[in-house]
């Protein structure tokens, strides 16, 4: 009989770190073999480890370590498509910047006409930002700015807290803005990017839910959360969004790349950047955070609209 087989549970209940700890070479050779990098191999086996703790569906139908077997291979295969998904976005770019050589006439792409390029292609994409409310109703661009001052406005008069939450540039973004917010819109606003809590409960509760655990614990619903993704696909960010609206809080959001994206649906004020290119998508999020705040500030009247002209 094989060492497998041997201890191999037959209910969720008898499954412990130990259990699924004795796999975890195995594991790690199976997700190496399929990712080719170690590092990723082994993101991808503290992946399957935390979904095999944290699962309901083992029957004992097979061994524990076929079932450990089968996890790693679908989260091996996961890392596999967001990466292929992240080579797409870049060669996306790539495909953006030729069109705009194309639209001004150029041929080539020489180094003194990128900067025109780049803000062309900037000034059209903010022309095109979509905006819609909870219902899927569109909005006026300006309409929806005036909501989103509304409803955080509101947050302020209830002595709430605007949270913003967001991956990578999109948490540099929630950072800079939760800072502006209270220092210059003196409204109370935070980020949830604590380096020891994301990885915290990256560790303990899995990366999908670095958002939620907090927002369930100081949301409420004189409270705004802003979601900010790029890709709005980001499952983090989904269940952040889902915590705040269990909580009773106003959701914002923002969102590019694919028009269906599931963020751009769920919020009270939905905005779209139209591109697969993070740059641009992260570049006009920020800005639009910047007039949300600054409408704010001139009806507070602590900036004058002169500062605009």
């Given at each position: 009989m094989s060492r497998a087989s041997k201890w191999a549970p037959n209910r969720m209940s008898d499954i412990d770190a130990?259990?699924?700890?004795?796999?975890?070479?195995?594991l790690f050779r199976v997700a190496l073999r399929i990712v080719g990098d170690r590092d990723k191999a082994h993101d991808v086996v503290q992946d399957a480890c935390v979904k095999a703790l944290r699962t309901n569906h083992f029957d004992g139908r097979s061994t524990l370590a076929t079932w450990l077997y089968r996890i790693a291979v679908?989260?091996?295969?996961?890392?596999?498509?967001?990466?292929?998904?992240?080579?797409r976005d870049r060669v996306s770019f790539d495909g953006e910047v030729a069109g705009m050589a194309s639209s001004w006439g150029i041929r080539g792409i020489k180094m003194k006409d990128f900067g025109n390029l780049f803000f062309g292609k900037l000034a059209s994409l903010a022309a095109q930002i979509r905006a819609t409310d909870a219902s899927g109703q569109g909005l006026g661009f300006s309409d929806a700015i005036e909501r989103a001052a509304d409803v955080i406005e509101k947050t302020a008069a209830d002595s709430g807290t605007v949270f913003f939450?967001?991956?990578?540039g999109s948490a540099a973004i929630s950072?800079?803005?939760?800072?502006?917010?209270?220092?210059?819109?003196?409204?109370?606003?935070?980020?949830?990017?604590?380096?020891?809590?994301?990885?915290?409960?990256?560790?303990?509760?899995?990366?999908?839910?670095v958002f939620d655990k907090p927002i369930e614990t100081f949301a409420s619903s004189a409270d705004t959360l802003?979601?900010?993704?790029?890709?709005?696909?980001?499952?983090?960010?989904?269940?952040?969004?889902?915590?705040a609206q269990a909580k009773g809080s106003n959701v914002l959001t923002l969102s590019g790349f694919d028009p269906d994206n599931p963020l751009s649906a769920i919020g009270e004020v939905n905005l779209f950047v139209p591109s697969h290119a993070y740059?641009?998508?992260?570049?006009?999020?920020?800005?639009?955070?910047?007039?949300?705040?600054?409408?704010?500030?001139?009806?507070?009247?602590?900036?004058?609209?002169?500062?605009?002209?």
């Open positions: 130990e259990d699924i700890s004795r796999e975890i070479p195995r679908n989260c091996a295969r996961d890392h596999l498509r967001k990466e292929q998904r992240a080579t939450i967001g991956n990578g950072s800079h803005m939760a800072i502006d917010f209270w220092k210059n819109g003196a409204i109370r606003a935070m980020a949830f990017n604590d380096a020891s809590a994301l990885t915290c409960l990256g560790n303990d509760c899995g990366y999908a839910h802003v979601a900010i993704s790029s890709s709005g696909r980001s499952d983090n960010i989904l269940n952040g969004v889902k915590a740059g641009p998508v992260e570049v006009l999020h920020q800005g639009l955070c910047h007039c949300i705040l600054d409408l704010i500030m001139i009806r507070q009247g602590s900036l004058g609209k002169e500062h605009f002209l």
